[in-house]
């Protein structure tokens, strides 16, 4: 007699769970899991700046068929709140948000890789300086700052420097910011995506931008690194890194320089994209993704923590 799990289960261990959880100065943080939540491994979204987790759309389900998924929404971003009146976000912000889904949801005890797209790499690089890397066990990284500001702003298009000026500018007519946005919504893909994404897309967008008219100059602020090139030198864990040849915002030099920072990297170039593979080309990001989390299963099962 075959036996098969019941559809209503199944469905069960997929579909989405949406919470609140406490953040930094009791910041309500959005929070979004799908899969089952014994799965052996786990994989964190961080989403890119003015963004929100709803950019993962095409990835949570996916990843979920094998695998725990959490996303978070950012202060500012989505669902979740902003910080109280009178006070500005720093670095330690974005860190300690993700320290609160981290610590609410009990990760650091489990095989966790984050997965990081654009500003969401500077989030994270901001956190492992504050809390190290010895308990993640994968890195996944999505045309991501995750090199840090100084080395990014040398290479910077001068254009998208300006444009991006503007946009974070508080001192800035709100006219001329929201040009500038319009502006740089455009650059986020190489071409633009089907109608119903689009005005997905612009709405959480536009929602995020308008939220952090206020703090959104303080976004590129980072944690204080004495030694850089050791960071990236002492980054052990297994690190996948996935850039679109044709992105405006993150030049691809950029990260052909951080993968080659990275002791255990290896980086995917993929032709015709811009700066959202996952939005751009997702059957293909959600391959190698998954093959990559698939890999790092095989390796921790074999005890092996650097392959």
Request: hydrophobic fraction near 40%; glycine fraction near 6%; charge should be negative.
């Amino acid at each position: 007699m075959l036996v098969f799990p019941a559809p209503e289960m199944e469905m069960k261990m997929k579909k989405e769970v949406s919470q609140t959880i406490t953040g930094p100065y009791g910041i309500p943080l959005s929070v979004v899991t799908a899969g089952d939540p014994a799965a052996e491994e786990v994989v964190l979204l961080v989403h890119g700046g003015f963004q929100s987790l709803r950019c993962f759309d095409k990835q949570i389900a996916r990843f979920a068929r094998e695998h725990y998924v959490v996303a978070v929404d950012l202060p500012y971003h989505g669902h979740s709140g902003v910080l109280p009146a009178g006070l500005l976000p720093d670095y330690s912000v974005w860190v300690e948000s993700l320290r609160a889904v981290v610590s609410h949801l009990s990760l650091a005890d489990r095989s966790l890789t984050i997965l990081a797209w654009s500003f969401g790499g500077l989030v994270v690089r901001n956190y492992l300086l504050t809390y190290g890397h010895q308990r993640l066990h994968g890195l996944i990284l999505v045309a991501s700052l995750f090199g840090g500001v100084g080395a990014y702003q040398s290479v910077a298009r001068p254009e998208v420097t300006a444009v991006m000026t503007r946009m974070m500018d508080p001192d800035i007519p709100f006219p001329q910011r929201l040009d500038a946005f319009e502006r740089w919504i455009g650059w986020l893909t190489a071409r633009p995506l089907p109608p119903h994404e689009a005005e997905a897309q612009y709405g959480y967008t536009l929602r995020a931008f308008v939220r952090s008219l206020s703090a959104a100059q303080h976004w590129m602020d980072e944690r204080p690194c004495d030694d850089p090139a050791l960071f990236l030198q002492q980054m052990t864990i297994p690190t996948l890194l996935i850039q679109g040849l044709e992105d405006r915002l993150v030049p691809f030099t950029y990260t052909r320089h951080l993968a080659c920072s990275l002791p255990h990297a290896q980086l995917l170039e993929y032709e015709d994209c811009g700066h959202a593979p996952f939005l751009e080309d997702p059957e293909q990001f959600n391959r190698d993704v998954l093959r990559f989390l698939s890999l790092r299963t095989r390796s921790l099962k074999k005890g092996d923590v650097s392959s």
